[in-house]
């Protein structure tokens, strides 16, 4: 599997955990909703950035978001 898959399971994973739909993560993210759905089927090489966006959130540190990929 590779890390992009990974990662938008994690995403889909901890979101899910915190009952927040898609769309509510990713206007928490300031992020299209689209682009929240690729990334969740790991479709999108994200950056850094991004994964900032997301980590904060869901407000847990970054480490915790890229845990165990």
Known sequence: ?????KLGLRVKSLRL????SQ???AHLSNLDRTYMHSIE???????????E???KALNIP?????KDL
Do not use: Q, V
Not at 17 to 20: A, F, G, S
Not at 41 to 51: Q, V, Y
């Open 62 to 66: 970054i480490h915790e978001l890229l």
């Open 53 to 55: 966006k997301i980590s």
């Open 17 to 20: 955990e915190n009952k927040i």
């Open 23 to 25: 769309e509510k993560l």
């Open 41 to 51: 089927k790991g479709e999108r090489n994200i950056s850094i950035e991004t994964i």
């Open 1 to 5: 599997m590779s890390i992009k898959a």
